[in-house]
């Protein structure tokens, strides 16, 4: 079976956080958690129910990572897959959308570090 990623994904430690989708004027925040996260995107947990015609959509993920109170990452991307999970939740993998090379550099440190905050 050929590898089909087109960067390793580092598996976080579960950090918690909101999202909403962008482009739809009657989303509200909802609650979810990242699972990974690669230098291209992140797989996501989003948990309730999965917005109708998900992908294709940009969302945006809030997360206060728990080192302290001065470490928020704010995530950008479009969703490019969604599925629901056969125990419960939802499973998204959202791609970045216009990264500075500053905030790949900042992706980069995160997945060196093993992404275990």
């Not at 962008?22 to 990974?36: I, K, S, T, Y």
């Not at 302290?68 to 959202?94: C, D, H, I, K």
């Given at each position: 079976?050929?590898?089909?990623?087109?960067?390793?994904?580092?598996?976080?430690?579960?950090?918690?956080?909101?999202?909403?989708?962008?482009?739809?004027?009657?989303?509200?925040?909802?609650?979810?958690?990242?699972?990974?996260?690669?230098?291209?995107?992140?797989?996501?947990?989003?948990?309730?129910?999965?917005?109708?015609?998900l992908i294709g959509h940009r969302i945006?993920?809030?997360?206060?990572?728990?080192?302290?109170?001065?470490?928020?990452?704010?995530?950008?991307?479009?969703?490019?897959?969604?599925?629901?999970?056969?125990?419960?939740?939802?499973?998204?993998?959202?791609?970045?959308?216009?990264?500075?090379?500053?905030?790949?550099?900042?992706?980069?440190?995160?997945?060196?570090?093993?992404?275990?905050?």
């Amino acid at each position: 079976m050929a590898l089909r990623r087109r960067a390793p994904r580092v598996i976080t430690t579960g950090w918690l956080g909101t999202y909403i989708v962008e482009d739809d004027p009657r989303a509200g925040w909802g609650d979810c958690r990242v699972l990974d996260l690669s230098i291209i995107g992140v797989g996501l947990e989003l948990f309730g129910a999965l917005p109708d015609g998900l992908i294709g959509h940009r969302i945006v993920v809030q997360i206060s990572v728990s080192v302290g109170t001065s470490v928020s990452l704010r995530l950008v991307g479009e969703v490019r897959n969604a599925t629901q999970r056969p125990q419960g939740g939802n499973r998204v993998g959202m791609e970045f959308v216009d990264l500075s090379e500053t905030e790949r550099a900042i992706i980069g440190v995160v997945e060196k570090m093993g992404a275990t905050w």
